[in-house]
């Protein structure tokens, strides 16, 4: 055989292996991870802290997500629809904040059908069956009433101001100002205004429950925009009103003592380890089902420590 042919021969084994180390090569490496995410909403600054720290968390992590929210956060019917085009485009794990967590919605029956796991962040399902990451709602609603109470010296006459009862971490936060109230005899709470998922309540509304309950002297209120809209209408002057949430503008009504007691809830962190989640999830390492996200609770003593501590 000649050297010419012999060294063809040669190049020929060497171009084989080599492809066949970029053939082995491409196989190892995963695919993207793609992770579909509907929230509530994306119009307050709590939800865009919410996606800012899922985009961090998909960079460190090289993942890839899909974000959508509806318009309106009470838009439940428009939320499924966002998850179930979500589903249909075959994520590898959704994300969705329920707007309606009492009625099982058709898409987590389409993504059991197609294997694609579904996990819950900011607010959880009702029926628990579906791994949550977020805060102890139950827990904030418990702290916000003992702050408030103490605040009034423990007697009187509260209200809440809440976010739609069929969404889990209103409901559950309402669940914790009543527990708490419970324990203190002097006190009470004399009504309950649903229906302010991320909205503001009208200076009319507030000064209606002013005039019918003269008697309320501090409300718990269960979204931080809420919040801020009741302070600034001047019907609130006089009231002493604790809220939850961490907003920029939430943390300044607390230093100037709009309002006096915060429980903050960093929606960058819940976003951030709601990725990390999807992510171990998919890759099929256990994970406790729920992840409970610490809150600390703020009052106009312990916001500028927190401010530096969050600033660095």
């Given at each position: 055989m000649s050297r010419r042919i012999t060294s063809g021969i040669l190049i020929l084994a060497l171009l084989l292996v080599l492809c066949g180390c970029k053939s082995t090569q491409a196989e190892a490496t995963p695919p993207e991870l793609i992770i579909g995410v509907v929230a509530k909403s994306d119009a307050t600054e709590y939800w865009m802290s919410v996606r800012s720290g899922m985009e961090a968390a998909a960079k460190r992590n090289g993942c890839r997500i899909l974000f959508f929210a509806p318009d309106a956060e009470e838009s439940a019917e428009a939320q499924e629809k966002l998850a179930s085009a979500l589903i249909r485009r075959r994520v590898d794990v959704l994300a969705v904040s329920p707007i309606d967590a009492v009625n099982e919605p058709a898409y987590l029956k389409e993504a059991r059908?197609?294997?694609?796991?579904?996990?819950?962040?900011?607010?959880?399902?009702?029926?628990?069956?579906?791994?949550?990451?977020?805060?102890?709602?139950?827990?904030?609603?418990?702290?916000?009433?003992?702050?408030?109470?103490?605040?009034?010296?423990?007697?009187?006459?509260?209200?809440?101001?809440?976010?739609?009862?069929?969404?889990?971490?209103h409901r559950e936060r309402v669940e914790g100002v009543k527990e708490y109230i419970k324990t203190v005899p002097e006190m009470k709470i004399t009504y309950i205004e649903s229906g302010y998922s991320g909205a503001k309540m009208s200076g009319e509304k507030l000064a209606q429950l002013r005039r019918e309950h003269p008697e309320v002297k501090g409300l718990v209120v269960t979204s931080a925009v809420t919040a801020l809209g009741i302070i600034e209408s001047f019907e609130a002057v006089g009231l002493s009103i604790v809220t939850i949430d961490v907003q920029e503008d939430v943390l300044y009504a607390l230093k100037n003592k709009h309002i006096v007691g915060l429980v903050a809830q960093s929606g960058y962190d819940i976003g951030y380890e709601t990725i990390n989640y999807a992510r171990e999830l998919k890759a099929g390492r256990e994970k406790e089902k729920n992840i409970i996200i610490e809150a600390e609770f703020l009052t106009a003593e312990n916001v500028e420590d927190y401010l530096e501590k969050h600033t660095q």
């Open positions: 059908k197609l294997g694609i796991p579904v996990i819950s962040y900011d607010s959880a399902f009702e029926s628990g069956e579906i791994a949550y990451i977020g805060i102890d709602n139950h827990l904030a609603g418990y702290q916000m009433a003992a702050n408030l109470a103490k605040r009034l010296e423990y007697q009187g006459e509260i209200g809440i101001v809440s976010g739609e009862l069929n969404q889990m971490c």
